[in-house]
């Protein structure tokens, strides 16, 4: 197929657009700025300008929407930017895929529930978010499986869990923890570490992304989360195992959200997917990479 990637030079996007390619898509990133990744090619744009946009996707078959304030933590700082990029932004890829006839494959979160109320959380949950990051991210969503409701776009919504992987942004707990204890200095665990995620590994997420894209499943969202729970002290005891150093706590980071059991059993039944790196394998590739240098 050929494949716009929004948000190409990010985390995710990159790594979805190199397992795009590899998997024999045609690919075309889409950032404010060009990754330099070999063999892939990128158009500048901004997600905000509807032209920019609706330029980019002419003559593409689908759009996975990674593009995004993907930073939780900018995202608190700045709403109106979050508003603009994961509100409007996505907006526009809505619209511009309904004038090309595109397919949309939408990153969303497993943060749009908020407080859970039961669990596992399955999609019927209710969706009660409360900050500026998950608030953004449901809108953008809401209006996408609107225009699949209303404009007969193809449109699927995946609610992905916390990922980790090669690339993934330097105030991520994973990178905080590693940088810290290579260098021999004590690990924070900010609250009492018995927080747990579903820590997801960015390639199960590009495989979830391919699958969705070969799928004419419309106009729902699925949640896309590994199955194992993992918490913070775990986490942290896994990279004190490889560098030896002390681990200390602190307060709790404001804007976390709370843990919750997360089901993928849906995912499974619609699209055949589930998540398949193991987390110490996941974790032990992550550190060789970062001690390689990134
Ligand atoms: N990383 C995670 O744990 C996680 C979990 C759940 C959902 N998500 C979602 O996945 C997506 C990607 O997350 P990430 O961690 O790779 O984020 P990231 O910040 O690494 O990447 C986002 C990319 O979007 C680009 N972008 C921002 N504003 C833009 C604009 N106006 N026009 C064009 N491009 C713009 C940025 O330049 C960046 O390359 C986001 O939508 C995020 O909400 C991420």
């Known amino acids: 197929m050929r494949v716009?990637?929004?948000?190409?030079?990010g985390f995710l996007g990159r790594t979805v657009a190199t397992h795009l390619t590899q998997q024999g898509h045609d690919v075309v990133g889409f950032d404010l700025k060009d990754p330099g990744i070999d063999g892939l090619k990128m158009r500048?744009?901004?997600?905000?300008?509807?032209?920019?946009?609706s330029q980019a996707v002419e003559g593409r078959d689908a759009i996975?929407?990674?593009?995004?304030?993907?930073?939780?933590?900018?995202?608190?700082?700045?709403?109106?930017?979050?508003?603009?990029?994961?509100?409007?932004?996505?907006?526009?890829?809505?619209?511009?895929?309904?004038?090309?006839?595109?397919?949309v494959v939408y990153a969303s979160t497993w943060e749009v529930y908020g407080e859970p109320r039961?669990?596992?959380?399955?999609?019927?949950?209710?969706?009660?978010?409360d900050h500026p990051y998950n608030i953004t991210k449901l809108a953008g969503e809401s209006l996408l499986l609107s225009a699949a409701r209303l404009r007969g776009?193809?449109?699927?919504?995946?609610?992905?869990?916390?990922?980790?992987?090669?690339?993934?942004?330097?105030?991520?707990?994973?990178?905080?923890?590693?940088?810290?204890?290579?260098?021999?200095?004590?690990?924070?665990?900010?609250?009492?570490?018995?927080?747990?995620?579903?820590?997801?590994?960015?390639?199960?997420?590009?495989?979830?992304?391919?699958?969705?894209?070969r799928s004419d499943a419309s106009g729902i969202a699925?949640?896309?989360?590994?199955?194992r729970m993992v918490t913070i002290r775990e986490l942290a005891e896994m990279i004190v195992e490889r560098f030896p150093t002390e681990l200390t706590f602190g307060p709790p980071r404001p804007g976390d959200v709370p843990p919750a059991t997360v089901s993928a059993d849906r995912i499974a039944e619609v699209l055949g997917w589930r998540a398949e790196v193991p987390f110490e394998e996941g974790l032990a590739d992550l550190i060789d990479h970062e001690l390689a240098g990134g």
């Open 4 to 9: 716009l990637v929004t948000g190409a030079a």
């Open 44 to 53: 500048i744009g901004d997600l905000t300008d509807l032209d920019q946009v």
């Open 64 to 103: 996975c929407h990674i593009g995004a304030i993907g930073d939780v933590y900018l995202a608190g700082e700045d709403p109106g930017l979050a508003a603009a990029v994961n509100v409007l932004g996505t907006a526009n890829v809505a619209e511009a895929a309904v004038r090309h006839g595109a397919r």
């Open 118 to 129: 039961y669990q596992p959380i399955d999609e019927g949950h209710p969706c009660a978010p």
């Open 153 to 213: 776009l193809s449109a699927i919504a995946l609610r992905l869990g916390t990922a980790y992987g090669p690339g993934l942004r330097p105030n991520s707990v994973f990178r905080i923890f590693i940088d810290r204890a290579r260098r021999g200095e004590p690990i924070t665990i900010q609250g009492d570490g018995t927080q747990g995620r579903q820590f997801t590994h960015s390639l199960d997420i590009a495989r979830a992304f391919d699958a969705a894209l």
């Open 222 to 227: 699925l949640n896309t989360v590994a199955e």
